[in-house]
C-alpha cells in the first residue's frame, strides 16, 4: 500500500514536498515514480527512481523537481521547487516490481490515493 500526502494550493515561485509511505513492501525492493494528471487527461510521467538508483524526470521538471528515496522510513519523496501553473494536478506515487518502461503508468503495479496540488499565478 501506498500513501501520498504533501499537496496543497501554493502562488506560483512556491514549493511543496510530497511523501509516499509504504506499507507491505520495501520502497528498496522496488522502483517507484510520481505521475500526475489532470481532468480529462492521461496520467504521465514526472520522475522515477529506479531499484537500482537511476533516477529520471521529464523535461519540464528538470531542475526544479527532485525526487529522493528513504530506505529506513520507507519512503519516496517529492520536492517541488519554483512551481508552475502548469504544474496543477493530481499527484501519484507508483511502485512496480518489474523491470519495464518506467515512464508508462500502465507498467506499475502499486498506486497511492492521489495529492492534489494546484499552483495558481
Known amino acids: 500500500q501506498l500513501l501520498d500526502v504533501g499537496g496543497g494550493s501554493v502562488q506560483a515561485g512556491d514549493s511543496l514536498r510530497l511523501s509516499c509511505a509504504a506499507s507491505?513492501?520495501?520502497?528498496?525492493?522496488?522502483?517507484m515514480g510520481w505521475f500526475r494528471q489532470v481532468p480529462g487527461k492521461d496520467r504521465e510521467f514526472v520522475s522515477t527512481?529506479?531499484?537500482?538508483?537511476?533516477?529520471s524526470y521529464r523535461d519540464s521538471v528538470k531542475g526544479r523537481f527532485t525526487i529522493s528515496r528513504d530506505n529506513i522510513k520507507n519512503s519516496l519523496y517529492l520536492q517541488m521547487d519554483s512551481l508552475k501553473p502548469e504544474d496543477t494536478a493530481a499527484y501519484y506515487c507508483?511502485?512496480?516490481?518489474?523491470?519495464?518502461?518506467?515512464?508508462?503508468?500502465?507498467?506499475?503495479?502499486?498506486w497511492g490515493q492521489g495529492t492534489q496540488v494546484t499552483v495558481s499565478s
Open positions: 507491505g513492501l520495501f520502497v528498496s525492493d522496488v522502483s
Open positions: 527512481f529506479t531499484k537500482d538508483g537511476t533516477i
Open positions: 507508483a511502485a512496480t516490481r518489474f523491470r519495464v518502461d518506467f515512464e508508462r503508468a500502465v507498467n506499475y503495479e502499486y
